[in-house]
């Protein structure tokens, strides 16, 4: 199974500061996908990442969130200013050229106080 | 999205199979049926997917019903390792798509 990384495990910001969470996967993989989980409840899609552009994203990922892959690697996912709502697990996830199953890193524990 | 109905909860004993149902009876032509599985306090791991024929893995088997309005996932040998909450997910043929991810079956495997 091929293995992904995220960075950092945990992060602690205040409420309005800007986070970056990373995502290290394996360089062929075409599509990549940020998803997040709020501690109890269901994973939720983000945002779909295909040939370094959005190519579907959720009404979740508003104004306040943007994915890049700035290094042709590392995959991340930017929220402007934080609330205490984005507290959650966010997870990446990719896919392999022509495959469906999709998959995960560890995720990113995000606390926002 | 087309939805799945999922148990809530299941109980197994180590070493003995399990058999997950999910129904999917609004279930398109084009979609796949993919189950995946969430350990405690770690990210969703990919499982099995099929979309008409049964299918076999390391980890688990699929099957699927002829009309495809539902589906089983089968352990053979549930381990305690296996307790974990699983999800079955449709998603269009489309490699791009996302998952939607319901509320999926809590697998307890008793010692």
């Known amino acids: 199974e091929p293995e992904v990384t995220q960075t950092p495990s945990h992060q602690v910001t205040q409420m309005g500061q800007e986070v970056i969470l990373r995502c290290v996967p394996i360089s062929n993989h075409l599509y990549f996908y940020w998803y997040r989980q709020i501690l109890g409840q269901k994973v939720e899609f983000l945002v779909s990442?295909?040939?370094?552009?959005?190519?579907?994203k959720s009404e979740i990922f508003d104004d306040q969130f943007s994915v890049e892959r700035p290094d042709g690697s590392n995959f991340t996912l930017k929220i402007r200013s934080t609330k205490l709502e984005d507290s959650a697990m966010y997870f990446c996830?990719?896919?392999?050229?022509?495959?469906?199953?999709?998959?995960f890193g560890p995720g990113t524990r995000l606390t926002v106080t | 999205d087309a939805k799945t109905t999922q148990p809530n909860s299941m109980e197994s004993n180590e070493e003995e199979p399990v058999h997950l149902p999910c129904n999917h009876s609004?279930?398109?032509?084009?979609?796949?049926i993919h189950w995946y599985r969430q350990l405690p306090s770690q990210g969703p791991e990919y499982v099995i997917h099929g979309l008409t024929s049964n299918v076999n893995n390391r980890m688990a088997s699929l099957a699927i019903a002829e009309d495809r309005k539902s589906s089983t996932l089968i352990l053979h040998r549930a381990t305690l390792r296996d307790a974990a909450v699983y999800y079955c997910?449709?998603?269009?043929?489309?490699?791009?798509?996302?998952?939607?991810f319901g509320e999926g079956t809590q697998l307890t495997v008793n010692p």
């Open positions: 609004t279930i398109s032509g084009t979609d796949y």
């Open positions: 996830a990719r896919r392999l050229a022509g495959a469906y199953e999709q998959y």
């Open positions: 990442f295909y040939n370094n552009e959005i190519s579907e």
């Open positions: 997910i449709l998603s269009p043929g489309t490699s791009g798509s996302r998952l939607t």
